[in-house]
């Protein structure tokens, strides 16, 4: 209930701020050439809709981003419980991990061109960097994090070391393993546009630089407004996907707040 009402109220300010551009832009205390009208937005992007030109820009993009994302989640995932699970791995890695961290994604794109460059493998390439690190780090934390009680236990009833894994380390730390996918999610469509931008011919950031050097800036916004709508519903359905794998942590944190 409490969740349909805060979504009713950011509904409601959103539509508040639509009608302010709105009114903005008709009454040319906004220059309409950089703000047209909301109305026309969003026929333009209606009608891009309607002649398939969106939904074939916004596939080309949500493929790679999803080829991207996947490919870091199987790559990391196993290697960021691995590191938490074996100090001796962790240590000798942990100096490499620490340094290329904090590289801003951007940076690596030239360097991707440079060797990988101006087709898909390049784009693939940048979001599988940029969303290696919140996944790898929450994993390693997640695994390193586990209650030695709980191992011990694992250790004292005879459980070997790959049904430990499976029943004590997987379960314990998935928690954390899904916030670290949670993080990536908008960081994919943040390299995924900017990637398209640098280089390419076809994505939703190739069509909205595009339609900025064409100076069709409703077309523009449709495609922004494309965008936002997207990275929405995924995030809509990753809570949905969360909600569902960790049913038990979720009714878990549920009774711990009834509690209180």
């Known amino acids: 209930m409490v969740g349909r009402e805060s979504r009713l109220s950011g509904v409601v ?67 960021g419980i691995l590191l938490g699970c074996v100090g001796p791995i962790y240590r000798a890695l942990g100096v490499v991990i620490e340094m290329l961290r904090p590289i801003p994604p951007p940076v690596v794109v030239p360097l991707a061109m440079l060797y990988l460059g101006l087709g898909g493998a390049m784009k693939i390439f940048v979001i599988f960097f940029s969303c290696a690190w919140p996944i790898l780090l929450n994993a390693i934390d997640g695994s390193r994090n ?38 990536s999610l908008p960081i994919t469509l943040i390299l995924v546009v900017i990637s398209e931008m640098v280089g390419s011919t076809d994505g939703i950031g190739y069509f909205i630089l595009d339609s900025q050097r064409r100076f069709k800036i409703d077309q523009m916004y449709a495609g922004m407004l494309a965008l936002a709508l997207v990275g929405y519903l995924l995030n809509r359905l990753f809570d949905r996907l969360q909600r569902a794998v960790l049913w038990w942590h979720w009714g878990m944190m549920q009774r711990e707040a009834e509690g209180r």
Do not use: N
């Open 146 to 183: 586990v209650d030695p009680v709980i191992l011990h236990t694992a250790r004292t009833f005879g459980l070997s070391a790959p049904r430990t894994l499976a029943k004590v380390i997987l379960p314990a730390c998935l928690p954390q393993v899904m916030t670290g996918l949670r993080v």
């Open 13 to 79: 300010f959103l539509g508040a701020l639509l009608l302010l551009w709105e009114a903005a832009a008709r009454s040319g205390a906004a220059d309409r050439l950089l703000f047209p009208p909301v109305s026309r937005v969003l026929e333009t992007a209606w009608s891009l809709v309607t002649s398939g030109h969106i939904a074939a820009q916004l596939t080309a993009s949500l493929k790679r981003a999803a080829a991207g994302y996947l490919l870091a989640a199987a790559f990391c995932i196993p290697l």
